[in-house]
């Protein structure tokens, strides 16, 4: 009996995860278990990712973790049980890894670092008889339905039985993950939904005094809030920074699927209300504000009485240029109300990663493709996202899991 041979193009975690399921069913006597990557290296992303700290999933309750993906969690729920949080901190205990739970519920490898666990990963693979192609970039298929690389130059050609896409979304090009796949499979056929920057920066139209020295100002302790197109109300509190293009980091990430929306919509006008002080409600704020002044200076209320910083009073002057800052009660209201308009997003290859991709519609339960039998997609190349805080890794993990045991029952009913 020949040997089935099974390709799986893109090295990061969903493909490895697929690849890891298949070798654990399939003996390597029956099997050929290849794994191609346009990098030099597998796992690019995730080794950049994890170099401020690896998040690699959430400890929170799971049915406001499964919650978190949004329009996506009816679908990916049943895929996300099989894998669960717990689940994958067990697998990675398993590799020799310890992890614990951080602030804000956040769970990391005990040494903060992706490396190590990559490399203990990757060695695992190889002893199951996985075998890895570096600098191979998938171009598609030829007429014979062969896969098709791009290796340095020369074409090579991949005949297998079996296939599964985790080639990523669009951001990070340079790391691999360039969104080339979209028309390749539009060509076979397959809905995608185009693909759209999320956990990104936004832009404002900040002058030229706020991008020349605020520029790189970090915002702590604060909240956003926005009502979205569907009349819901968000509100979350953390931080985020002030850049001379607009705004990012954390709490404006947080806000990154709305705020999307609502640019798409053509929706014009403020769309984000900033709260300088969260923990102050504002009967407590007002009073201070009608506090005597003695001679103090806006500038110094707003520094000595309540502990704000100089960007402060810069940002009412661009966000509110009509405040009258002898009123209290409009100071106490844009203090706790201010209104910040964002113009934008800013491209795709900057954002930590993509919504959009292949349909749910496109797949079947076992994500193959139901335009193209016996290929199989997982990660952030179908259509989900979800926020920072190992939501994204955690998805990656479970849908590559999710495609690599589809394969499995593709080859035994076949």
């Not at 278990?33 to 929170?60: C, Q, W």
């Not at 890895?132 to 998938?138: A, L, T």
């Not at 209290?328 to 290859?349: E, F, H, Q, S, Y």
């Amino acid at each position: 009996m020949n040997k089935a041979t099974i390709a799986i193009v893109g090295a990061g975690p969903a493909g490895l995860m697929a690849a890891e399921r298949i070798a654990l069913q399939c003996p390597a006597s029956a099997t050929d278990i290849y794994v191609y990557d346009a990098m030099p290296s597998v796992a690019r992303k995730f080794l950049l990712a994890g170099i401020g700290g690896m998040n690699i999933t959430h400890a929170e309750p799971y049915p406001d973790f499964v919650s978190r993906y949004r329009e996506s969690q009816s679908w990916l729920t049943p895929i996300l049980d099989e894998h669960t949080p717990e689940q994958l901190r067990a697998w990675i205990h398993d590799l020799g890894i310890d992890t614990f739970v951080g602030s804000s519920n956040r769970v990391f490898p005990s040494d903060m670092k992706a490396a190590p666990l990559l490399r203990r990963w990757k060695q695992r693979l190889i002893n199951q008889g996985v075998r890895f192609f570096p600098r191979h970039r998938w171009q598609g298929w030829n007429n014979t339905q062969q896969l098709v690389f791009d290796h340095q130059g020369e074409v090579v050609t991949v005949k297998a039985d079996a296939v599964v896409l985790a080639l990523g979304g669009g951001s990070w090009a340079k790391l691999g993950s360039d969104g080339r796949w979209v028309n390749t499979l539009r060509a076979q056929g397959v809905e995608i939904k185009d693909l759209q920057p999320s956990n990104c920066g936004f832009s404002v139209p900040w002058s030229d005094f706020i991008r020349s020295n605020y520029g790189g100002t970090p915002l702590k302790n604060v909240t956003l809030s926005l009502t979205d197109n569907q009349r819901q109300h968000w509100r979350k509190i953390g931080e985020f920074v002030i850049t001379e293009y607009g705004i990012e980091g954390s709490l404006v990430y947080a806000f990154s699927a709305p705020l999307r929306d609502i640019l798409l919509s053509g929706r014009h006008g403020p769309q984000l209300q900033l709260d300088w002080l969260p923990n102050m409600n504002g009967e407590a704020l007002l009073s201070r504000l009608q506090a005597p002044r003695k001679g103090m200076s806006f500038s110094n209320l707003l520094r000595k009485k309540l502990k704000l910083p100089a960007i402060t009073n810069a940002l009412l002057r661009d966000c509110l240029p009509e405040l009258n800052r002898d009123d209290p009660v409009a100071v106490c209201r844009a203090l706790k109300n201010m209104p910040i308009t964002v113009t934008g997003m800013r491209p795709i290859d900057e954002a930590i990663s993509t919504a959009g991709g292949v349909t749910r519609q496109a797949v079947d339960e076992n994500l193959m493709l139901q335009a193209h039998p016996s290929v199989f997609v997982a990660g952030e190349m179908l259509d989900w996202e979800a926020p920072t805080g190992g939501y994204l890794l955690t998805a990656c993990f479970a849908t590559g899991k999710r495609a690599g045991d589809g394969v499995v029952k593709y080859l035994q009913e076949r």
